[in-house]
């Protein structure tokens, strides 16, 4: 009796081990994944199904399709939904922060630096060269999600109709909602059409899309910046961001540049460059942009404040992941946020390649950079490195 006793691990000892094997696996990795979203995954996917064995092939992919359903950072939830299967809400915690926590460090340290430094010559030479390549990185994630986002008529209507109405101030968030709530609706009554109307099947999805338009938020002069508003506005984006977080560009540029101008164009896209030079998630964008508009509070305030929303919404679906992978509703949805989504990637990218693009060194490095990332599949952490250090030298060399 005493052996039996002597040989069995208590529940709370294997509970600390597992939390101890989380937070060690997922800070390594929040050090270590550069590359984007799809990188990260297929990182978690080796340590966790390959080596650990912690999951299956099979239950793996039931999390990354139920991260596809909810708003948020893929990569991150799926950290998260890793962390709540092996050890429960506290695994949860562990789990997602630690795979922020390395990025958010190292980018509040770099936001540091660019407000102290990002002035200087030597300092602007290096996002100089960076921005461009940024451009490059954009335009072949926008490619890739595209072949995924636009397969069908409906998904196209909606991602060209998104695009016009960005253009013309409509509100972004009501964009894609409508779009996904358009897309989702045609896709399932579709049958109360008759059989050869084509050329009006994307009707209802413009026609909602046009409504949407209504809801847009009015262009005003500058806002004051208060730590209650930024705060919020993360909380926004963290609770309604669908897709890559590329297209956290065309959220932060609408308000934040346009509407209450706390930040430039050329803030704004040294932001962006930050977060994909930086291994860990792309929204720890936030925490530079906090940084630059309130200091330390306003970094730790949007990092938390885009973030939350993540380890709610995984608490909340995972119950309900089996239900909503066999769901067309839900499919539907998220096939018109995933057009929506690459509507608004594409207007953001066109428009901050004015600011980006802005000789012939710049738009030849734009080009070589497309063509390595296109062509050899360049790890893209490797390629803005590669551009920054361009740039340095051809401003070092004027």
Partial sequence: MNKEAETVIPTTEIQQRSLGELARLFLKLGTIAFGGPAAHVAMMEDEVVRRRRWLSHEQFLDLLGATNLIPGPNSTEMAIHIGLRRAGWKGLVVAGSCFILPAMLIVWALASL???????????????????????????ALWGLGKAAVKDFPTATAAIAVVILFFLGANEIALLFAAGF???????????????????????????????????????????????????????IGSVLFGSGYVLLAFLRADLVERWHWLTDRQ??????????????VFTTATFVGYMIAGSPGAVLATIGIFLPAFVFVAASSPLIPRLRRSSWAGGFLDGVNAASLGLMA????????????????????????????????????????????????????
């Fill in 114 to 140: 660019y407000v102290r430094y990002g002035a200087m010559p030597e300092a602007t030479w290096l996002l100089y060269g960076i921005k461009p390549v940024i451009i490059a990185v954009i335009v072949q």
């Fill in 182 to 236: 358009a897309v989702m609706a045609f896709k399932n009554l579709q049958q109360i059409w008759q059989p050869g109307r084509v050329a009006g099947l994307g009707i209802p999805v413009v026609s909602t899309l046009i409504a949407a338009g209504t809801t847009n938020i009015p262009v005003v002069a500058a806002t004051p910046v208060t730590l209650t508003a930024l705060t919020l506005f993360f909380l926004k």
């Fill in 268 to 281: 704004l896209l040294d932001a962006v460059a930050i977060g994909q030079f930086t291994p860990g998630p």
């Fill in 347 to 398: 207007v953001v990218t066109w428009q901050l390649g004015g600011s980006a693009l802005i000789d012939a060194f710049t738009l030849i490095l734009a080009v070589l950079s497309a063509l390595l990332v296109f062509r050899l599949r360049i790890n893209s952490a490797w390629l803005v490195l590669a551009g920054g250090i361009a740039g340095f030298l051809y401003k070092l060399w004027l």
